[in-house]
């Protein structure tokens, strides 16, 4: 048995022992997101020896990988080949791996021009609440064989089960890419980014910080060289790092705690009571380092179409993500038993 | 007499206006199929709602009275979805028809599910917006049924399919709850019940209201034609053109018989000959396109292409495109009847699965032509046969069987974009093993506790499954050991 076959193996009896014991197994990859979601008290499951790429055919644009994969691994595998994870993802950490990316289902600046996470995955390898390994989707990018229990793994936070193998879709590299800065207050920002949108331009990622718009547009040399004009203001060096810092939260902007991600309709109105945002994804993300109460916060964001989440703390955070309308929750409950009836998975971290 | 009770049919009539319940026999007959109509069943009854609340209504009264529901939109799908059950109510939403709003600026459209997706299209035209997915029957299907089906369509590579391109959904469930799955912003909390929803065959709950993503319209598209003397150049130009790092908006295959049947039809221009021909779309702003069409040029010349053409303007481009778009009609014309298959798989296999679709031709004494979606990987046999000899429809889905078996068999699908419906339930069997299969029946459960919706459809029983005696080996176990076999 190689050792993958035995970690699998053990995998399974620990979620047998912990149903049978009635005791909860949270999921660890590299715990570099560790801090997100609800705080729990169960027994972790490493994943980090259940690692290694799979299977990578740059001409399919796919890539399959174990989910204890460092995300670093398989970025500097892709770029090998001028290829890219779509979703740009945030690392938080050097540990960060496939599975935990594909847990949380953070994607990066990229997202609403390439798509999130969940529509990069094709199909998944899990172990379900009962220690079987089951496939779902595949390989290929159009499946609509049986239900998408690919997607449904994808943010479940761990909670449906283990991703063992997860197969995404992988893009070539953009051949140019440029950053330009603009000084402007933030509603005029919001309107711009939508407008631009709205338009045949190669955007890449926007953000507004600190009365600045920042875009970024990425593509062929000449199709970037021809946006340029149509967007204005100062090219930025280093926007490369620009972007990292964003994504990964090291800029000052995004260090104050609480902070709050606020998920609305991109032309959604920018809120000041609660301070002064950083706007990502066209309009889409609204973040806040603010005191202001989570039900202030939640009410706004839902006035706004959207919702809130409390996304870093400095204590343990007990209710993360915005609570489900009645029907909703039961329908979540009902789906978390099909996967996992004896609640091995259901540590409350969503 | 109706296969339904009778005071179910008295208390639905009060609850739908006059002309929105058909129960005579002339009325119900286009209601027999959908557009896979090798399969046919005269529904009992067709409820014909025109409100959320009628739809609610409905739905209520088939739960009290324990009748099974069929929902339906305008009919066009190929793999039996739609197609009625005895003793249920087929539930047509094609009247709830309105586009309720579009916002240019945040690049939405609000629709109710019987709005056809290409009238979609059009009503966001004047703002320079187009809603992505364009499955060939896009004049007809409804956007409901593109959701339940998780339709694709010519542009799948680059735009994605339904799935990628819906914001939100609101769907009543047989229980009469009203769930908003997704939302108005780029994500949800929970669980991601709008992937879930998407593609699930009207199994889970009905849907009465879609948001969709627009895109702004590309600047420029243009279309280049590469004709080639064989079938395996032509794939691998695919594959130089992918390495290359271009990501094509549409990337079409089409072989010998496909060409000329579509040229004999629509006179697209095609070179009659070529064993193979490729269309490939380059989209984007102006010199982005100039830009991949020169590197699309140079890798189809280095793969033997024999021709290669570029369309001069929008019209020509449309006419290219008219071809392939009418390559099932055309081929309808050189044959009685043809069967449709819809296998995805890894691009890098396709000679090999053209091999294995020739020899099965050969074998079976069936025709086939071929009509691929080279950019994801998503193939369209086309088998040609006559219903009127007799054994051979049944002959014909042996064959498509074993095409599908084909797909699996090289890392691949049985449905890429038409979904399972009754056609490819054997079949299902063959992909997945099963304990798979029961968290699909687990999922259908969560959402639908009395089974009530869409019945037996997409997903078979574990029963049906050991009685087909489909030999799918799993992990090296056979399937459904506890199950007794015949």
Redesign the interface.
């Known amino acids: 048995m190689n050792i993958h076959d035995q970690w699998l193996a053990d995998c399974g009896e620990r979620i047998r022992q912990a149903a049978a014991q009635q005791r909860k197994l949270s999921i660890r990859g590299g715990g570099s997101k560790h801090f997100y979601g609800n705080a729990v008290a169960a027994d972790m499951l490493e994943m980090a020896e259940y690692d290694g790429v799979v299977d990578y055919q740059p001409r399919e644009l796919t890539l399959t990988a174990r989910a204890g994969t460092r995300l670093e691994v398989i970025e500097a595998l892709l770029a090998k080949n001028n290829q890219m994870l779509p979703f740009e993802p945030p690392h938080f950490g050097t540990g960060a791996t496939l599975g935990g990316c594909v847990a949380s289902g953070l994607s990066g600046p990229r997202r609403p021009h390439a798509g999130a996470v969940r529509d990069a995955v094709l199909g998944v390898k899990v172990m379900d609440g009962r220690a079987q390994v089951l496939r779902f989707g595949g390989q290929v990018i159009k499946n609509v064989a049986g239900y998408d229990v690919s997607r449904l793994m994808v943010g479940a936070m761990g909670t449906l089960g283990v991703l063992l193998e997860i197969s995404v879709k992988v893009l070539p590299c953009p051949d140019g890419e440029c950053t330009l800065i603009l000084e402007m207050p933030a509603d005029k920002a919001v309107e711009t980014m939508n407008r631009w949108a709205a338009s045949p331009l190669p955007l890449s990622a926007t953000v507004w910080r600190a009365g600045h718009l920042y875009v970024r547009l990425s593509g062929t040399e000449s199709a970037v060289h021809a946006a340029m004009p149509k967007i204005g203001g100062e090219r930025i060096p280093e926007d490369a790092a620009f972007w990292r810092s964003l994504r990964e939260q090291t800029m000052p902007d995004l260090a104050m705690r609480p902070l709050w991600r606020l998920s609305v309709p991109t032309t959604s109105k920018v809120l000041t009571a609660p301070g002064q945002p950083v706007i990502e994804w066209g309009g889409g993300i609204r973040w806040y380092g603010t005191d202001m109460p989570a039900d202030t916060l939640r009410a706004l964001a839902n006035q706004a179409g959207g919702h809130a989440t409390l996304f870093r703390s400095h204590q343990p955070v007990q209710q993360a993500f915005t609570p489900l309308a009645a029907p909703l929750a039961t329908l979540h409950r009902r789906i978390r038993l099909a996967l996992d009836p004896h609640g091995v998975f259901d540590t409350g971290r969503l | 007499m109706s296969a339904l009770p009778a005071d179910f049919l008295e208390n639905l009539r009060r609850l739908l206006p006059p002309d929105g319940l058909l129960t005579a026999a002339e009325d119900l007959a286009p209601y027999e199929c959908d557009a896979l109509s090798a399969y046919r069943r005269r529904p009992p009854a067709v409820a014909l709602p025109r409100t959320e609340e009628e739809i609610s209504a409905v739905l209520h009264l088939c739960r009290l009275h324990d009748v099974p529901v069929v929902a339906r939109g305008h009919g066009t799908g190929l793999s039996g979805g739609a197609l009625p059950i005895e003793h249920a109510l087929l539930l047509s939403l094609a009247r709830l028809n309105r586009i309720l709003s579009i916002?240019?600026?945040?690049?939405?459209a609000r629709v109710q599910p019987g709005v056809r997706n290409l009238a979609i299209s059009q009503a966001a035209a004047p703002?320079?917006?187009y809603y992505a997915p364009d499955p060939s029957s896009q004049i007809a299907c409804s956007i409901g049924g593109n959701v339940a089906?998780?339709s694709?369509g010519l542009h799948?590579?680059k735009y994605?399919?339904t799935?990628?391109n819906i914001l939100e959904v609101r769907a009543i469930?047989i229980e009469g709850?009203?769930?908003?799955l997704g939302?108005?912003?780029?994500?949800?909390?929970?669980?991601?019940?709008l992937?879930?929803m998407?593609?699930?065959e009207g199994m889970?709950a009905v849907i009465v209201e879609i948001t969709v993503r627009l895109l702004?319209?590309?600047?420029r598209a243009q279309v280049l034609l590469a004709a080639f003397d064989s079938i395996a150049n032509a794939g691998v130009a695919v594959?130089q053109i992918?390495?290359a790092?271009?990501?094509p908006a549409g990337l079409e295959m089409m072989d010998k018989l496909a060409i000329q049947a579509a040229e004999d039809y629509v006179h697209a221009g095609y070179p009659v000959g070529a064993e193979a021909l490729l269309l490939v779309e380059v989209d984007?702003?102006?010199?982005?396109v100039?830009?991949?069409l020169r590197i699309v040029y140079e890798m189809v010349k280095a793969c033997g292409a024999t021709e290669v053409r570029t369309a001069l303007d929008d019209m020509e481009r449309a006419k290219l495109w008219a071809g392939r778009k009418a390559a099932f009609p055309a081929i309808g014309r050189i044959s009685p009847d043809y069967y449709c298959m819809d296998g995805?798989?890894?691009?890098?296999r396709l000679p090999e699965v053209l091999v294995r679709i020739a020899e099965l031709s050969e074998e079976y004494g069936l025709r086939v032509a071929n009509v691929f979606?080279a950019g994801?990987?998503?193939l369209h046999p086309l088998i040609l046969y006559d219903a009127n000899q007799p054994g051979e429809l049944e002959k014909t889905e042996a064959m498509g069987g074993k095409i599908l078996e084909t797909c699996i068999a090289v890392?691949?699908?049985?449905?890429?974009?038409?979904?399972?419906g009754v056609e490819?339930l054997g079949q299902?069997c063959v992909?997945?093993?099963s304990?798979?299969l029961e968290?699909?029946h687990?999922?259908?459960?969560?959402?639908d506790p009395p089974g009530l919706l869409n019945p037996g459809k997409?997903?078979p029983s574990l029963h049906r499954c050991a009685e087909l005696g489909a030999m799918h080996v799993h992990?090296g176990q056979l399937p459904h050991p506890e199950l007794p076999r015949f």
């Open positions: 916002d240019p600026l945040a690049r939405t703002h320079g917006l089906e998780n694709g799948c590579l994605g399919l799935v990628h469930t709850d009203i769930l908003t939302s108005q912003a780029y994500d949800a909390p929970g669980y991601d019940l992937a879930l998407t593609g699930s889970l702004p319209k590309p600047e594959g992918i390495a790092g271009i990501i984007g702003v102006n010199e982005e100039s830009d991949g995805t798989i890894p691009r890098g979606h994801d990987g998503n890392g691949g699908t049985i449905t890429g974009e038409h979904g399972v490819k299902m992909q997945f093993n304990a798979e968290v699909f687990a999922l259908k459960a969560a959402f997409a997903v992990h």
